[in-house]
T-cell receptor, first 115, second 116 residues
Protein backbone atom coordinates (compact mmCIF):
# COMPACT_ATOMS: atom_id res chain seq x y z
CA UNK A 1 0.00 0.00 0.00
CA UNK A 2 0.86 3.66 -0.06
CA UNK A 3 3.40 5.01 2.43
CA UNK A 4 3.85 8.72 3.11
CA UNK A 5 6.81 10.10 5.02
CA UNK A 6 6.84 13.66 6.31
CA UNK A 7 9.76 15.82 7.48
CA UNK A 8 10.58 17.49 9.72
CA UNK A 9 8.50 16.33 12.67
CA UNK A 10 8.95 19.70 14.37
CA UNK A 11 9.80 23.09 12.89
CA UNK A 12 10.46 26.31 14.73
CA UNK A 13 10.63 29.54 12.73
CA UNK A 14 10.82 33.23 13.49
CA UNK A 15 7.76 35.25 12.63
CA UNK A 16 8.08 36.56 9.09
CA UNK A 17 10.36 33.76 7.93
CA UNK A 18 9.35 30.96 5.58
CA UNK A 19 8.51 27.39 6.57
CA UNK A 20 8.88 24.35 4.34
CA UNK A 21 7.51 20.87 5.02
CA UNK A 22 8.41 17.97 2.75
CA UNK A 23 6.63 14.68 2.07
CA UNK A 24 7.53 11.68 -0.01
CA UNK A 25 5.15 8.98 -1.20
CA UNK A 26 5.76 5.46 -2.42
CA UNK A 27 2.98 4.67 -4.90
CA UNK A 28 3.52 6.29 -8.29
CA UNK A 29 -0.23 5.88 -8.97
CA UNK A 30 -1.10 8.49 -6.32
CA UNK A 31 -2.67 11.51 -7.92
CA UNK A 32 -4.19 13.67 -5.18
CA UNK A 33 -2.17 15.41 -2.46
CA UNK A 34 -3.96 17.47 0.19
CA UNK A 35 -2.50 19.32 3.15
CA UNK A 36 -4.35 19.64 6.45
CA UNK A 37 -3.76 22.01 9.34
CA UNK A 38 -4.68 20.95 12.87
CA UNK A 39 -4.99 23.56 15.58
CA UNK A 40 -4.92 22.62 19.23
CA UNK A 41 -8.07 20.82 20.32
CA UNK A 42 -9.56 20.73 16.83
CA UNK A 43 -9.78 18.37 13.91
CA UNK A 44 -7.61 18.74 10.82
CA UNK A 45 -8.79 21.25 8.23
CA UNK A 46 -7.89 21.26 4.55
CA UNK A 47 -5.72 24.24 3.63
CA UNK A 48 -4.61 23.40 0.11
CA UNK A 49 -4.52 20.44 -2.26
CA UNK A 50 -2.91 19.59 -5.57
CA UNK A 51 -3.60 17.01 -8.23
CA UNK A 52 -0.95 15.19 -10.23
CA UNK A 53 -1.59 17.12 -13.43
CA UNK A 54 -0.37 20.34 -11.73
CA UNK A 55 3.17 21.12 -10.59
CA UNK A 56 2.46 24.03 -8.26
CA UNK A 57 -0.48 25.72 -6.61
CA UNK A 58 -0.64 28.90 -4.54
CA UNK A 59 -3.17 30.40 -2.20
CA UNK A 60 -2.04 33.66 -0.63
CA UNK A 61 0.87 32.82 1.70
CA UNK A 62 0.80 29.08 1.16
CA UNK A 63 1.94 27.08 -1.83
CA UNK A 64 2.37 23.43 -2.64
CA UNK A 65 4.78 21.95 -5.18
CA UNK A 66 4.72 18.46 -6.62
CA UNK A 67 7.54 16.50 -8.23
CA UNK A 68 6.00 13.33 -9.65
CA UNK A 69 9.31 11.96 -10.90
CA UNK A 70 10.87 12.11 -7.48
CA UNK A 71 7.56 11.31 -5.75
CA UNK A 72 7.68 14.17 -3.33
CA UNK A 73 5.61 17.24 -2.59
CA UNK A 74 6.16 20.20 -0.31
CA UNK A 75 4.21 22.85 1.56
CA UNK A 76 5.64 26.36 1.63
CA UNK A 77 4.40 29.00 4.04
CA UNK A 78 5.78 32.49 3.49
CA UNK A 79 5.76 35.44 5.91
CA UNK A 80 4.81 33.18 8.79
CA UNK A 81 2.55 34.55 11.51
CA UNK A 82 1.81 33.26 15.03
CA UNK A 83 -1.54 31.89 13.85
CA UNK A 84 0.36 29.55 11.53
CA UNK A 85 1.49 27.61 14.62
CA UNK A 86 -0.21 24.21 14.33
CA UNK A 87 0.35 20.62 13.28
CA UNK A 88 0.39 20.09 9.52
CA UNK A 89 -0.33 16.80 7.78
CA UNK A 90 0.33 15.85 4.21
CA UNK A 91 -1.59 13.04 2.54
CA UNK A 92 -1.67 11.11 -0.70
CA UNK A 93 -4.39 9.23 -2.48
CA UNK A 94 -4.70 6.97 -5.48
CA UNK A 95 -8.38 7.91 -5.52
CA UNK A 96 -9.88 4.75 -6.85
CA UNK A 97 -13.52 5.64 -7.20
CA UNK A 98 -14.77 2.66 -5.27
CA UNK A 99 -12.75 3.65 -2.20
CA UNK A 100 -13.69 7.31 -2.21
CA UNK A 101 -11.38 9.27 0.07
CA UNK A 102 -8.63 6.70 0.62
CA UNK A 103 -6.01 9.03 2.03
CA UNK A 104 -2.70 7.95 3.51
CA UNK A 105 -1.37 10.58 5.91
CA UNK A 106 2.16 11.54 6.83
CA UNK A 107 3.23 11.59 10.46
CA UNK A 108 2.66 15.32 10.90
CA UNK A 109 4.84 18.39 11.46
CA UNK A 110 4.45 20.60 14.50
CA UNK A 111 5.17 24.17 13.44
CA UNK A 112 5.93 26.83 16.02
CA UNK A 113 6.16 30.45 14.90
CA UNK A 114 8.05 32.54 17.42
CA UNK A 115 7.10 36.22 17.72
CA UNK B 1 -23.30 25.70 10.27
CA UNK B 2 -21.84 22.73 8.38
CA UNK B 3 -20.14 20.47 10.85
CA UNK B 4 -19.18 17.01 12.02
CA UNK B 5 -20.08 16.44 15.65
CA UNK B 6 -18.43 13.79 17.80
CA UNK B 7 -19.32 12.82 21.33
CA UNK B 8 -17.92 12.55 23.88
CA UNK B 9 -14.81 14.77 23.61
CA UNK B 10 -13.04 12.90 26.39
CA UNK B 11 -13.59 9.35 27.60
CA UNK B 12 -11.78 7.31 30.22
CA UNK B 13 -12.76 3.68 30.53
CA UNK B 14 -11.44 0.32 31.69
CA UNK B 15 -10.36 -2.69 29.69
CA UNK B 16 -13.24 -4.72 28.37
CA UNK B 17 -16.06 -2.24 28.97
CA UNK B 18 -17.96 -1.71 25.72
CA UNK B 19 -18.21 1.87 24.51
CA UNK B 20 -19.59 3.83 21.59
CA UNK B 21 -18.36 7.11 20.16
CA UNK B 22 -21.03 8.90 18.19
CA UNK B 23 -20.53 10.91 15.00
CA UNK B 24 -23.07 12.99 13.14
CA UNK B 25 -22.77 15.26 10.09
CA UNK B 26 -25.27 17.80 8.75
CA UNK B 27 -23.88 18.18 5.22
CA UNK B 28 -25.77 15.30 3.61
CA UNK B 29 -22.45 13.62 2.82
CA UNK B 30 -22.48 10.05 1.60
CA UNK B 31 -18.90 9.32 2.65
CA UNK B 32 -17.93 9.03 6.32
CA UNK B 33 -14.82 7.65 7.97
CA UNK B 34 -13.09 7.09 11.30
CA UNK B 35 -9.41 7.78 11.96
CA UNK B 36 -7.15 7.38 14.94
CA UNK B 37 -4.27 9.77 15.54
CA UNK B 38 -1.16 8.65 17.37
CA UNK B 39 2.11 10.61 17.81
CA UNK B 40 4.41 10.23 14.84
CA UNK B 41 1.96 8.00 12.96
CA UNK B 42 -0.35 10.66 11.59
CA UNK B 43 -3.96 9.68 11.00
CA UNK B 44 -4.77 6.09 10.20
CA UNK B 45 -8.10 5.04 8.80
CA UNK B 46 -10.13 2.57 10.88
CA UNK B 47 -13.33 2.14 8.87
CA UNK B 48 -15.14 4.03 6.19
CA UNK B 49 -18.61 4.08 4.67
CA UNK B 50 -19.55 5.06 1.14
CA UNK B 51 -23.27 5.19 1.93
CA UNK B 52 -26.02 3.83 4.19
CA UNK B 53 -25.48 0.15 5.00
CA UNK B 54 -22.15 0.17 3.12
CA UNK B 55 -19.05 -0.03 5.31
CA UNK B 56 -15.51 -1.28 4.75
CA UNK B 57 -12.28 -1.75 6.63
CA UNK B 58 -9.54 0.81 6.59
CA UNK B 59 -5.92 0.24 7.57
CA UNK B 60 -6.39 -0.52 11.29
CA UNK B 61 -9.86 -2.07 11.79
CA UNK B 62 -9.00 -4.68 14.44
CA UNK B 63 -10.96 -4.21 17.66
CA UNK B 64 -13.48 -1.77 16.17
CA UNK B 65 -16.96 -1.97 14.70
CA UNK B 66 -19.08 0.58 12.87
CA UNK B 67 -22.60 0.86 11.56
CA UNK B 68 -24.29 3.15 9.08
CA UNK B 69 -28.04 2.87 9.50
CA UNK B 70 -28.67 6.51 8.65
CA UNK B 71 -26.84 8.83 6.31
CA UNK B 72 -25.95 11.40 8.97
CA UNK B 73 -24.69 9.04 11.71
CA UNK B 74 -21.64 6.79 11.83
CA UNK B 75 -20.92 5.50 15.35
CA UNK B 76 -17.65 3.80 16.29
CA UNK B 77 -18.01 0.83 18.63
CA UNK B 78 -15.32 -0.75 20.78
CA UNK B 79 -16.77 -4.03 22.00
CA UNK B 80 -13.90 -4.83 24.36
CA UNK B 81 -11.50 -1.90 24.60
CA UNK B 82 -7.84 -2.54 25.35
CA UNK B 83 -5.06 -0.13 26.42
CA UNK B 84 -3.56 -0.11 22.90
CA UNK B 85 -6.75 1.60 21.73
CA UNK B 86 -5.89 4.65 23.83
CA UNK B 87 -5.75 7.33 21.17
CA UNK B 88 -7.29 10.44 19.68
CA UNK B 89 -10.15 9.55 17.36
CA UNK B 90 -11.57 11.61 14.52
CA UNK B 91 -14.70 11.19 12.48
CA UNK B 92 -14.75 12.75 9.02
CA UNK B 93 -17.14 13.12 6.11
CA UNK B 94 -16.94 14.27 2.52
CA UNK B 95 -19.02 14.61 -0.59
CA UNK B 96 -17.04 11.83 -2.28
CA UNK B 97 -19.20 9.21 -3.93
CA UNK B 98 -18.55 6.02 -5.86
CA UNK B 99 -18.72 8.04 -9.07
CA UNK B 100 -16.55 11.00 -8.07
CA UNK B 101 -12.95 11.50 -7.14
CA UNK B 102 -11.53 12.74 -3.87
CA UNK B 103 -13.28 15.56 -2.08
CA UNK B 104 -12.06 17.44 0.98
CA UNK B 105 -12.58 15.70 4.29
CA UNK B 106 -14.45 17.57 7.03
CA UNK B 107 -13.28 16.44 10.45
CA UNK B 108 -14.93 16.53 13.83
CA UNK B 109 -13.04 17.94 16.83
CA UNK B 110 -11.93 14.58 18.09
CA UNK B 111 -12.51 12.18 20.97
CA UNK B 112 -9.64 11.50 23.31
CA UNK B 113 -10.00 7.97 24.62
CA UNK B 114 -8.02 6.50 27.49
CA UNK B 115 -8.33 2.79 28.28
CA UNK B 116 -6.80 1.68 31.58
Amino acid sequence: GENVEQHPSTLSVQEGDSAVIKCTYSDSASNYFPWYKQELGKGPQLIIDIRSNVGEKKDQRIAVTLNKTAKHFSLHITETQPEDSAVYFCAASISPKAAGNKLTFGGGTRVLVKP
Amino acid sequence: EAQVTQNPRYLITVTGKKLTVTCSQNMNHEYMSWYRQDPGLGLRQIYYSMNVEVTDKGDVPEGYKVSRKEKRNFPLILESPSPNQTSLYFCASSSATTSSYNSPLHFGNGTRLTVT
